[in-house]
């Protein structure tokens, strides 16, 4: 079964300062690959989704994610936070490799942007 | 593109109580999920439909639960005799028909069962 690892519940930076949230998958196969946002009380934004083409992949509000498969990771990045990045940020995975089928969600991450 | 729907927002209910949701998806998506969240977790599969056809369950859907999306279009998710442990957002999420399609979701029901 496919699953999502989110490394650290919680990250707190500075304003400006580079965002690394990390994110590991377990698939047999190359998987399907998003990073969603959430903010209080709302539902899940998109961020980025990785399908198989470039393994960089770049999201929206500055973010990008790079596949790398020999690490099993999909990891976000930001160069410079902003304070509305605030957010809880979701790694999932399709649950089947054949895609648009249910998502796996990782436990998420919360990003804290301090002044 | 109005985007997913969900009413009601919020619901409090009393245990043992039976409480239903509704979701309006994106108009041409033929694909429609549910999922729960419980806080400090990621969403959690529950059930998802191609057009009127359920197409899967998670073993987390018990008997209480139930699912309906009767003309292809709305969703309607309903909980019998709710627990205090049904306490949970429910999202909606919907998305065409192809692989690499990613699923936009709803806002959310927060069901408090008191």
């Known amino acids: 079964a496919q699953s999502v690892t989110q490394l650290g519940s919680h990250v707190s930076v500075s304003e400006g300062a580079l965002v690394l949230l990390r994110c590991n998958y377990s698939?047999?196969?190359?998987?399907?690959l998003f990073w969603y946002v959430q903010y209080p009380n709302q539902g899940l934004q998109l961020l980025l989704k990785?399908?198989?083409?470039?393994?960089l992949v770049k999201g929206i509000n500055g973010f990008e994610a790079e596949f790398k498969k020999s690490e099993t990771s999909f990891h976000l990045t930001k160069p410079s936070a902003h304070m509305s990045d605030a957010a809880e940020y979701f790694c999932?995975?399709?649950?089947?490799?054949?895609?648009?089928?249910?998502?796996?969600f990782g436990k998420g991450t919360r990003l804290s942007v301090i002044a | 593109d109005t985007g997913v729907s969900q009413d009601p927002r919020h619901k409090i209910t009393k245990r043992g109580q039976n409480v239903t949701f509704r979701c309006d998806p994106i108009s041409e998506h033929n694909r429609l999920y549910w999922y729960r969240q419980t806080l400090g977790q990621g969403p959690e599969f529950l059930t998802y439909?191609?057009?009127?056809?359920?197409?899967?369950k998670s073993r987390l859907l018990s008997d209480r639960f139930s699912a309906e999306r009767p003309k292809g279009s709305f969703s309607t998710l309903e909980i019998q005799r709710t627990e205090q442990g049904d306490s949970a957002m429910y999202l909606c999420a919907s998305s065409p028909t192809g692989v690499a399609y990613e699923q936009y979701f709803g806002p959310g029901t927060r069901l408090t069962v008191t």
């Open positions: 698939s047999s196969v190359p998987p399907y």
């Open positions: 999932a995975v399709s649950s089947r490799p054949s895609g648009n089928t249910p998502l796996v």
């Open positions: 990785y399908t198989s083409a470039a393994t």
């Open positions: 439909f191609q057009n009127e056809a359920q197409l899967e």
